[in-house]
């Protein structure tokens, strides 16, 4: 009988080691995900004052699509001849058809390097990477 009881107490001793290192395992993997957590909510935290301020400014404000149709149908600028001009130069590169339509594609107009910004085959935006990296360096 000492011998079925001795192998039973190894086996529960093994079993006890064994959820110890489940515990301890899953105990580091929580304690990773709550680290991850915290930075995400200081990150979170961080955007909403950026914008607070930036709402809280109590100024009017003027959208770049209302800015467009103002120029367009106000000051008579003629936007549809810009809309071709920068097809035009997105074409005249062609890399941007190896890149699968989803791109950013690097371009340079008046001496100056942009990022073309290009989703669905819709050019979505222009960045001035000059700028871009010096909003880099201001925000970090």
């Known amino acids: 009988m000492r011998k079925g009881k001795s192998s039973q107490i190894q086996k529960l001793t093994n079993q006890i080691e064994t959820m110890n290192k489940r515990i301890n395992k899953t105990q580091e ?65 062609e890399s941007y058809k190896k890149l699968d339509c989803d791109c950013k594609l690097p371009i340079v107009m008046n001496g100056e390097p942009f990022r073309v910004i290009i989703k669905n085959n819709n050019i979505i935006s222009i960045v001035n990477i000059r700028s871009e990296k010096d909003g880099e360096k201001n925000n970090s």
């Open 29 to 93: 993997t929580a304690n990773e995900l709550i680290k991850g957590l915290k930075e995400m909510r200081q990150k979170k935290s961080y955007y909403e004052t950026q914008l607070g301020e930036m709402k809280d400014t109590g100024e009017l404000t003027v959208s770049d699509h209302s800015l467009m149709r103002y120029a367009e149908r106000v000051k008579g600028v003629e936007l549809e001849k810009y809309r071709q001009e920068l097809i035009d130069i997105v074409k005249y590169d």
